[in-house]
């Protein structure tokens, strides 16, 4: 492999990484605005409350191990041995995750409009996020390549998907709370779901259509360098 291939996969990594890190830090601001949890996390909140001595970012790899056999099912033979890089992105993600929060924990909000300032920063956060991660196309956490895979197999665009997907997983997490506690919102002292879960579930895919344009423009040189590499993740 020659020193440009191989400064390719460098850049594309670098860049995929980068949206990882950029989706783990919409997680913790999400996780600090006390508002509700970023929807992709609140299966892993809800967990952690029952079971507190596992974190959030271990419960949240656990949850993308998941989400990866579903790829699997929903793919079958389609499902290519490359995706599998989904597995250490999990492992960083998930470490990301519990990075952010220990960097946040002492940060204290003091008013409802400072929360819903930290709400709104994880609807663009995770949004920019998730675009970086498809053109770095390298490697992606199962979450965001689930919505990936659905997008494809559905035909439906992408930030719709997202929509729908959020949805589930706080409907999902809802199910879990409600088992646990008793009430769909939290453990009685912390709140997973609230006015700021619906915000993040319902603004999210709706920020994807203004960033996406954006990104898509600012990283043309880059994706066209990797279109051509034929060393790509995931299909076009």
């Known amino acids: 492999m020659d020193g440009s ?4 996969i460098i850049l594309r990594y670098s860049i995929a990484t980068l949206g990882l890190a ?8 999400s996780l600090k605005s006390d508002l509700g949890t970023a929807p992709i996390s609140c299966p892993p909140a809800v967990l952690n409350l ?11 790899w ?20 490359r995706y599998l890089m989904q597995i250490p992105a999990a492992f960083v ?13 002492d940060v204290h909000l003091t008013s409802y409009a400072m929360r819903m300032v930290f709400c709104l920063l994880t609807v663009v956060a995770t949004a920019v996020g998730l675009r970086i991660e498809i053109i770095g196309n390298a490697w ?8 990936d895979v659905l997008s494809r197999v559905t035909k439906v665009r992408m930030s719709r998907v997202k929509v729908a997907f959020d949805v589930f997983m706080v409907v999902i997490a809802a199910g879990f709370t409600w088992i646990c506690f008793g009430n769909p919102w939290g453990d009685g002292n912390a ?10 579930a ?11 344009p954006l990104l898509e423009k600012w990283f043309a040189g880059v994706s066209a360098r990797i279109a051509a590499s034929h060393v790509v993740l995931t299909d076009e």
Not at 62 to 81: E, G, P
Not at 140 to 147: R, V
């Open 50 to 60: 029952r079971w507190g001595s596992i974190s959030v970012g271990t419960f949240t």
């Open 62 to 81: 656990m949850m993308h191990m998941v989400l990866i056999l579903f790829q699997v099912a929903l793919l079958r033979k389609d499902f290519k041995w």
């Open 202 to 212: 319902l603004l999210t895919g709706l920020c994807m259509r203004l960033t996406d």
């Open 5 to 8: 291939k191989i400064r390719l």
């Open 140 to 147: 992606m956490i199962a979450g965001d390549m689930t919505i």
């Open 93 to 105: 993600f998930g470490y990301l995750c519990d990075l952010f929060i220990w960097l946040l924990q």
């Open 191 to 200: 709140v997973v779901i609230r006015e700021g879960t619906l915000v993040l």
């Open 22 to 29: 950029l989706v783990a830090l919409g997680v913790a601001l």
